[in-house]
């Protein structure tokens, strides 16, 4: 099975723009859900989907938006970018259940974003 | 609210020595624990995990045993490798992922 697919690997914006990226779960799994890993800050949880409903979200401001599709595809938006928000951006994906169940998570390589 | 503490780093062993890197949760209720190691220029990767009061997760030559009584879940490996190099977090999963600050271990020959 092919792990999980995020795109694209390397970003560089400049303030004020806005970003998507992209992931793709592995193959039958439901859940996907964003964390933002900086040096200062740590990793942080951004939010969680579940067929296309997002089921968990973490303390970000409304700048940070995502959705879900039916193939369970997710993409995560970034408005009005702000120097801070550099990182690097993970997303992980479950076969059933929402992170909160305890089940395994799987990590994709992360798309690290630099804001200029 | 829920939070995970983990030891400062970074941790700097000699191979073969003996690894303990502690960690602390508070959650209102029993959260499941695990621990993720990050390798350089790598995802996460799940190490070990316990999902309630005594359960101890293995994998690897690491271990952890989950301590309801001092909430702790601290991760331990009796002779450590090069290869253990890596970030190691602790994560608490109740109604939250709350991901402790990680430590960094360098393992030199």
């Known amino acids: ?116 | 609210g829920n939070s995970v503490t983990q030891m400062e780093g970074p941790v700097t062993l000699s191979e073969e020595a003996f690894l303990t890197i502690n960690c602390t949760y508070t959650a209102t209720g029993y959260p499941s624990l695990f621990w993720y190691v990050q390798y350089p220029g790598e995802g996460l990767q799940l190490l070990l995990k316990a999902t309630k009061a005594d359960d101890k997760g293995s994998n690897k030559g690491f271990e952890a045993t989950y301590r309801k009584e001092t909430t702790s879940f601290h991760l331990e490996k009796g002779s450590v490798q090069v290869s253990d190099s890596a970030v190691y977090f602790c994560l608490s999963l109740y109604d939250k992922v709350i991901f402790g600050p990680g430590t960094s271990l360098s393992v030199i020959p």
């Open chain 1, 1 to 116: 099975k092919a792990g999980v697919t995020q795109t694209p690997r390397y970003l560089i914006k400049t303030r004020g723009q806005q970003v998507t990226l992209s992931c793709s779960p592995i193959s039958g799994h439901r859940s996907v859900s964003w964390y933002q890993q900086t040096p200062g800050q740590g990793l942080q949880f951004l939010f969680e989907y579940f067929s296309e409903t997002q089921r968990n979200k973490g303390n970000f401001p409304g700048r940070f938006s995502g959705r879900q599709f039916s193939n369970s595809r997710s993409e995560m938006n970034v408005s009005t970018l702000e120097l801070g928000d550099s990182a690097l951006y993970l997303c992980a994906s479950s076969p059933s259940g929402s992170v909160g169940t305890g089940e395994k998570l799987f990590f994709g390589s992360g798309t690290q974003l630099s804001v200029l």
